[in-house]
Structures are given as structure tokens and as C-alpha cells.
């Protein structure tokens, strides 16, 4: 097989002391999909960035190769040329090309998208400004930008954000690199607009026959557009195989760890999740021997720790970096390296008896004002006529494309909103007319977890002092029993108790969630509501975060309402989804119901669009072409009849109701006559 | 220092520190942010000695405000000599040397020549005329001066009356340094107060102060500030002058603050960790007080004194033009009126001494506010 970009023994050194990628030896092929994974901070974006010599200051190449194959047969070696040189500025944007995770920062705001995408085009061949057009165009027509000729004169602000995304890839593509670099391009992305942009780069890679290497942290991405992967930890390759090897016979316990802890959606997407313990190291605390002894669970003192790892080939082009593959394999005994899994949870609670918060037709609508006196002109309607029951014990998942209205509904339950109608129950409250020690049961009933750890945590205050607020606010607390709550809940959430003087910045995410959930219990709560909790988190700590919530739940019998838009964790700690488009709730059912027996369209679209569901192999996906609905704009009949495949002129016209049994309702006119796909029972992970 | 956890795989400060890292609150963090800031200390050592000049100028300058000499009218400056070369070797002997006066009869000026052979010695802690320090302590030492009381010394020169240009700066100080200080607390206590209903309650009140403030900022300053100067009545005692001065500069001053303390409360009010504080059931008064205020307090001291230079600025032009200060009153902006032609200019530069200062204390108020700017937010890397 030819290599496009041999590299080395590469390091990568900041500020002259840190070597945040150390020896990293990887191989990029021509014409194929490689992915690059890894949690974050495993320096899997610095490495992309030396290929283009583009890594931000501090940081330099300070060591080993970069060869770059040339068209003509000549090697180039990157690592030696110098950033600033003609020769360099030729590679960036005609050999190689990048995109990125946010197009919003990458493409100007000031000029046209056309005019970017033919200027790369200009700066490397010599082009007449008609021609670049046209070529231009033809690019966007190419990566399905809706009306090419029109969006090429268009500014950034103007394009939804995956037709800047596509804009972006067009950019990237317009001199036909024989190298893409993809860094994360689809995380920002729904879960929709991500299936459509994976689905066009796949189609691209496949028509240009250009390399690609793809950075993600999500397996279900790689599962999807992979041909080969290296999974990354701490600045090296541990393993690297062809995806399906890898995926279905791991052999790495990094790699294993990070496929147990994603949750999944094929076979029981219930089973616990397993969680890599601890987190990433900074750089400059790389443990010795192997980087990922500290964490792994088949690691010998005798060995690990001190012993530099070398890469054992296990034929079949699967490489891996691990002492229990290598000369020293006899020492490990068979019985630890099958990873044991935990034990099974209860089954899933079924709904039952009377409703701990019960919601009635329950509206939420921003107004928008103008003008000097600012009068209402119009009215962002985020919350449409909700109705739902959350039952003591169970956890009910809130999910649905950004834009649809979850998170309102979330902070308009737990009273950071007013609500303009509509019933609002808490066990025997009237939440709306709450009032005086009505109002303060329901503050310390009723508590939120937030989706930034950094943002919700107050960097003035510490640690107990953030827990302890409510505690201080509300009934009579003295000092000393504060301080033994704090501390029981510190532990309770996995922290030592001592963390209570700290401020909040001595904390990692993870860490800072816990203390978000510490805060949360401090008020022994009834109900916590946790908008988007672990979104912000890199795949093992939130299965750390999804676990403790878990366990948490069994311990003191909280109820959960979880917002998130990931689908895998919704199925995961769910024991019933609400799917929410456009300010309604579209379908709201018992878990399995949700997902192995969708009725409504938009449920089965959001199925499909989850990566890795073996979409290649059936060749009839079902994509969802437009967006959400302007929530502005006042809409007849069903909200999501645009981009419905099975709409009928009834559902312009009629507002569908919420109807059905009691474990399963659905708001579609035709969801009794319609067969919807859903994910399969079997190993869907692996796509080819 | 921090440890790497081997089993739990956390990273984590030891714990049996109690200080460092995360044991640092908010004003530590700030602190060793500014510390980073080479310009802004230096700045911040600048304003700090500005101000102990401010503080007690009777004792360090050589010679009181009243003191004037016209034999010695529009002396140069002299040159300061560390030591005297005898026939034993060099000596160390700070000192200055006297003039010898020829008069110009043809321009009818007095021409100056230090004489080498009459020699003024410098001696510290001299005994000089007597003040009173601080205002209230007696005193008659000097920090330096000639040993002689009476012996002509103008290290920056002297003034049409024989005044030590030295001695005057060093008293504008107390006048141009506070007169900013001032000012800008009259206009922090506006632009909080402002601002702060401004961001808080949003909506027609914060449209209608916004469209105020633009219109405040729409008016021409000079203008405006003589206007008001002249509205001053002329025989009110000087102190009174003072204090209509910086109320003058503070209605112009406030506005930029309340726009800096208005945009903080919008930011504010919307981060999640008040959005929690509200969930945990604190009332308004506290949310501002504990959450929201110390929250930008730093930000709050970065801006003011980035404003202070302005109220320097604008006393010194307010007085070199005439309309602001006056005498018996002595600010830097007095001082500069004696510059005001330009044949007095063209034969005493030296006049021009006390505008040196006033570049320096405002060059050095801006490195001060922008290192403080920098480090008002430590949790940004």
C-alpha cells in the first residue's frame, strides 16, 4: 500500500519543556479514511496541525520526520521545511487541506464565501476570476450546497451551520488535496447535520480517491467513515488496525476501556457502561514506562511502570503498544485481560402511581422587542403546549435537535423561567402560585444540574461555600452542620472531603461536574433536573458522571429529567425518552419503546442519523434535509411536515395531538399506518 | 506543586498544603497575574511613588511654595556635581554651583553662568523652612536641599519670580494626582449607581439611560468643561475651586463607567453560576452582592484606573488654559501657564519641567491599568 505521509518518531515540544506528542510513529495512506481517536488532550489535533506546520505558539516540531510523498515521486520532508517558506505555503491548501470543528471561526466574516473559496483557489494555480468562479460554484454544487450559485455570494452569518460546514469542506477541496485533514469537523454539528456531512465526506473521499485523516473522540463517527483507525494516547499510537478489526476485537486496553465506556445503541443499550478510571495526564506528568499504566487494569507494577512500551505486530496490519502483547505477554494471565463486566442494574422502572411532577399544556414564549420603548413585536415560541408526567424513581430523557425547546422546558420546571400557561404540579404544589415556604420546598425539592461545569461554578467561592449556598439561604443551619454536609456529599460524589477549601479552578471538568451534582443534592432534593450534564465531557468521564448519577439514584431515590441531545446516553440512563421538536414533544414513551418501535418520523430520522448504525450496508438511509423551524414564525399544522418523507397535505393542516397508550404516545397523524425503522437488536457498530 | 495520582489517575495539589494552587482565592490569582505584567508594575511602582510624593511634598521638596528669590528670575537649570577634584584626589561632595549674573543690556535680560568657584552644597535631611507635615505635623527638615538656607538651588531652574521649578512640581503633584483620584470616585459612585439600575433592570430604563449617555458623550468636552469652569464663581476660596473642578470632570467621567459596570451586570446576569445562585434561593441583594459584584469588582479597579490619566489630562489642559485652576492653588496645569508663550518658551524650556511629569504619572497609570486589565480575569488560561 502507498503511504501518503510517512511520520517518524515525531515530537512536539511547548514553550521548550513539554513534549506533548513524544515518538509518534503513524503512516497515512493514500485514497483512505484513517481516524485518529482519542480524549482530549491526547494531542491528537497538535499532531494534524505539525503535518501543515500550523501548531500554535509555543508549540514546535522538535524532533523526527514528516515525509510527504510528492506528485512526483520526490519525498518532502515537512518537519524540516521551514513554516514560514514558499515551499510550505504550496503544501498548505494544494497538497494538504484542513477543516475544522467551528466554520464560524475558520471562514471570515467579512468577506463571501466565494470569495474564500476562490481565493485558495487563485493562490495556487493561475486562474482568471471568471474561471474561479465557476470552479467555485461547481465546488459547492459538489459538496451539496442547496442553491450554489446564490450561497456563493453569500456571507457566513447568512448559511445555517452545515451549510457552513460544507462551505468550509468546499474550501478545503478546491484544489483537490490529496490529503484532507478533518479535526473533529462534525462535533459542533446535530446529530442530523452530522450524519449528512459524514455521508458527504465519505461520498467525496470516495470520488477523488483523496486521503483523509479524520480526528474524532467519537466511535460511532469512526465506525462510520473509518477505513483504518489509530486510537491515540498521550502523544502516541498504543494500536492501529483496520476499523473492523478494531472495533470488534480490541486488543489494546486503552482501546477497550474507550469502547466500553461509550454508551451504545446496539444490543442492550442499558448495560452499564464502564468507565476508563481517572483521566488524562497533563504532558508534563506523563507517568513512565507505559503513558497508560496508571489507569489501566491489567497493569504489573513489575513491568508497566517502569518499561518503555514497544509496538508489537499482531499481523493482519493490527499493530498494538502494550506489554501484555509483547515478548513479556506470558506474565499476563488470561484471566485478566478478558475485561469483566459489571454487574447488570435492576430493569428499568416501570411508570407507575402517582405522578412526582405532572405538567399541563405548559407554554414558554420569549418576547421579541424593538424599537425605543420596546415594544413586543413577536415571540420566540420555545415551549408549545407541553404535557408530560415524571413519576417518583425513574429518570425521564429530554431529547431532541438544538433549537427544539428542551432545555427551556428544563429550566422552565425547575422556575429559572416564568411560564406564560399552562399547570405545573410538584407532589401537592401548584408551582406557578407557589409562594413563601411553598417556594422554598420547591427550591430545595427541585434542584439543576448545568451543562458547563466551568460557567455554573462560581470562581470567588469555595468549594463548601458553592455547595453549602442553599443550605446557608434557606432554614437554619449553623456553620458546623453545613460543614459535615459538604463533606458527606464530597464523598458521596467520589471527592475527597479536603477538596471543600479549595476554589473551583484546582478542578479538572469531571471533577467540577461533581461538585455541580454535590451542589445540586446538597438540599436533599426529590427531583434534580440535569440539562445537558455530561455534554461537555470527554467520553470516560462521562461515563464516570453517568455511573455516579446512576448509583446515586439507587442510594437516595431521586428522580432525574435529563436533557441531552446524545442519543446513546438518553437510551442509556433513561427509563423514558421525551423526543422534542420544535417546542412540542413529538413522541414520549418508555425507552425501549422509543427506540426499537418508533412511530414518529422525527424519531426514526434522529435514529438514523446516529453514526455507526450500519447505514452503509443498507444503502436506503433516511436523512433529514432543512432545519428546525424558525420558532419566530407562527406554523400551521405539523411543525415538522417539511421535512417529513411520509408527509401528507392533512398534516400541513392539522396540529397533531399527543395521543396513544400510556407507555407510548406519539403526536403523528399517520403513526398508525407508517413502519418506521429503528436501531437493530445486534452489533450495529460496525459498519463496513 | 501537584502529584499525579497513580491510582485514581487525578491529578491533584498535595494534600496536606493548605496553600498553593487551588487554595488561592480570586485575589491571589489576580495578583500573581499582575505580578506577570512587567510594565504594569513598573506603572504601578511609579503611581505608588507619585502619590507618597503627593502625600508629603513640604518635606521632600528643597524648598516651601512661598519661597522666591527675583534675583534669580528665569534661572537655568544647574547642573549636579557628585564630587570636587582637589589636590588630594577626587572627593565626594554633592553640590551645585552658584550663578555669576551679567545683565544683557541690549535685550535687558539677565544672562546666567554657573561659577565654578562658588560652590552650593546639597546635604540630605537639611534643615530648611519650616512646615507643617501632612498638614498638622511641625517640621523644618528637608529631604534634600542646599545646607545653607538662602543659597540659590534650581535643579529645574526658576520661574519669572525666582521660584524653584523643582520644588512647585513636586507640590503639583499633590493637587493633579489627587484632583484624578478624585474625580474618578465621584464618577464611580454615578457610573455604579448608573450602570448598575442600567443592567439591572433592563428594558425601557436601560434604553432611555443608554440614549442619555450617548448624548453626554455627543457633547465636545473642552467646550462643555469651559462652559461650566466659567460658571465658577471668581472669589470663592481656592479649595472650593478644587472640588467644582472635579465635579465638572466627573459629569463627563461617568459615563464610560456606568457603560463598563452596565455591560458587566448584563454579562452577569446570565451566567450559569447565578442562574444557581437563584436556584438556591437567593434573594436579589444577595446576588449582587455576593455573586455578581465581586465577580467584576477587578474589572471594576482595571477601568478606574485607566479613567484617572483622563482626569490628569483634562485638570492640566483645564488649567493651562485658565479656566480650571488657579493660583495660590499650584497644580501641574498651573505651572504649564507660565509656558503659555512661546518667546518664555523659547528662552526658559525648563518651564515645561512640570508637563514631563504629568507624561510620566499618566504613562504610568495606563501600564498600571492595563496590567491590572489583563489580570482582573486570572481564570482565562
Redesign the interface.
Known sequence: MENLVEIRGLRITFAGAVDVVQGLDLDIPAGKTLCLVGESGCGKSVTAKSILQVIDHPGRVSGGSINLRQTDGSVLDIAKTKPTSPLMRQVRGGDIAMIHQEPMSFLSPLYTIGNQISEALMLHRKIGKKEARTEGIKMLEEVGMPDPARRYDSFTFQLSGGQRQRAMIAMALINKPRLLIADEPTTALDVTTQANILDLLGELQRETGMGVLFITHDLGVVAEIADEVAVMYLGKIVERAPVRELLENPKHPYTKGLLASMPRLDGDFKAPLKAIPGMVPPPALRPAGCSFHPRCEWARKDMCGHVAVLETDLGQNHMVACHAYGPQAHKFSRATRTADLAAPVAASKKAAGKPLLSVRNLHKHFAIRAGFFQRQVGAVRAVNDISLDVFPGETLGLVGESGCGKSTLGQTLVGLHRADSGDVQFADIDVRAAKGAEAKQLRTDIRMVFQDPTGSLNPRMRVRDIIGEVLQVNGNHSAAEIEEKVQGLLSRVGLSPDYAERYPHAFSGGQRQRIAIARALASDPKLVIADEAVSALDVSVQTQIINMMKELQAELGLTYVFVSHDLGVIANISDRVAVMYAGRIVELGETDQIFRNPRHPYTEALLAAIPGRGARKTGARIRLTGHVPDAAKPLEGCAFADRCRYVTDACRVNVPALRGEANHLDACLRSEELKLRSVSQTGALVSA | M????????????A?EK?RG??????WA?VWRKFLRHRLGVLGGMIVLLAYVVAAIPDFLAPVTLEAYNPAYAYAPPQQVHLGVSTEDGWQFRPHVNAYKTVIDYNSGRRIFTADPDSIVDIGFFVVGEPYRLLGFIPADRHLFGPVEVGQPFYIFGADRLGRDILSRTIYGARISMTIGLLGVAASLVLGILVGGVSGLFG??VD?VIQ?LIEFVQSVPAIPLWIGLAAAIPRDIPPLQVYFFITIILSILGWTSLARVVRGRFLAMRN???V????????GPV?IIFR?ML??FLSHIIATVSLAIPGMILAETALSYLGIGLRTPIVSWGVLLQEAQNVRTIASAPWLLLPGVAVVIAVLALNFLGDGLRDAADP?AD
Not at chain 2, 21 to 26: A, M, N, R, T
Not at chain 2, 275 to 282: E, I, M, V, Y
Open positions: 501537584t502529584t499525579f495520582d497513580e491510582t485514581s489517575g487525578m491529578v491533584s495539589p494534600p493548605r494552587q487551588g487554595f488561592e482565592g480570586h490569582l428594558g425601557v434604553n440614549r451566567e450559569d453560576f442562574k444557581a445562585a437563584r436556584l438556591d434561593g437567593c444577595r455573586h465581586p465577580s481564570y
